[in-house]
């Protein structure tokens, strides 16, 4: 986890059950969102979320009627709409807090999962601080600037989203980059190496994605 992450909003995905040990990567005084079956997972790490939001057609009946019986505000949606859950999810976690963090798989459909980090990546202009734990990697999404923490694993690889990232800084990384031109799609971020226990990314336009991928 980061220390940047106070009183976040706390988005479980639905889908394929996240890692058993995700529970300890939530920071306390969340509020907790559940997207569809994500409520499933939510149980099963001994959670109780303040909202269930979605279409509602991936939970398990006895998890619906759990979340009714323990009167958690239920936001359902039309199968037949624009945006998926977890977009919904996240349109109504940016009214709540400016600091978000996501629990999810990475077992599940591939298009669903990049919807999710695309969906991040389009959010992080408007929030503090946007960071996800799917599968076993940490994701940390930023406009500005981040702190990257060893903790979360020392091998980080840095992207550019959406488009064109300039003036790109890396600080206490064993290969540093100072104002740097990151186009969409390149990999000269990727695999690098924190040599200090935090470390530094920064953008002056564009947005950033830094993964941890063993994190867990």
């Given at each position: 986890?980061?220390?940047?992450?106070?009183?976040?909003?706390?988005?479980?995905?639905?889908?394929?059950?996240?890692?058993?040990?995700?529970?300890?990567?939530?920071?306390?005084?969340?509020?907790?969102?559940?997207?569809?079956?994500?409520?499933?997972?939510?149980?099963?790490?001994?959670?109780?979320?303040?909202?269930l939001i979605g279409d509602l057609d991936s939970i398990s009946t006895s998890g619906l009627e759990w979340a009714y019986k323990q009167e958690i505000e239920v936001r359902e949606f039309p199968s037949d709409k624009d945006k998926s859950d977890f977009e919904l999810a996240l349109d109504y976690a940016r009214g709540v807090s400016s600091r978000l963090f996501v629990i999810g798989s990475n077992s599940g459909r591939v298009d669903q999962l990049y919807g999710i980090i695309a969906s991040l990546a389009s959010a992080a202009p408007f929030l503090d601080s946007c960071h996800a734990l799917i599968g076993r990697a940490y994701f940390t999404f930023t406009s500005g600037e981040a702190n990257i923490y060893r903790k979360?694993?020392?091998?980080?690889?840095?992207?550019?989203?959406?488009?064109?990232?300039?003036?790109?800084?890396?600080?206490?990384?064993?290969?540093?980059?100072?104002?740097?031109?990151?186009?969409?799609?390149?990999?000269?971020?990727?695999?690098?190496e924190l040599s200090e226990d935090v470390g530094k990314i920064s953008v002056k336009s564009g947005i950033l994605v830094a993964i941890q991928p063993d994190s867990i």
């Open positions: 986890m980061t220390e940047d992450l106070q009183h976040p909003v706390v988005l479980i995905c639905g889908g394929p059950a996240p890692d058993v040990k995700a529970i300890e990567y939530i920071p306390t005084s969340s509020t907790l969102i559940a997207v569809d079956s994500g409520l499933d997972h939510a149980r099963s790490m001994q959670l109780k979320p303040d909202l979360n694993g020392a091998t980080v690889s840095v992207f550019a989203m959406g488009g064109i990232a300039d003036s790109v800084s890396l600080q206490g990384f064993r290969w540093e980059l100072a104002e740097a031109t990151l186009p969409p799609g390149s990999t000269r971020g990727l695999s690098n």
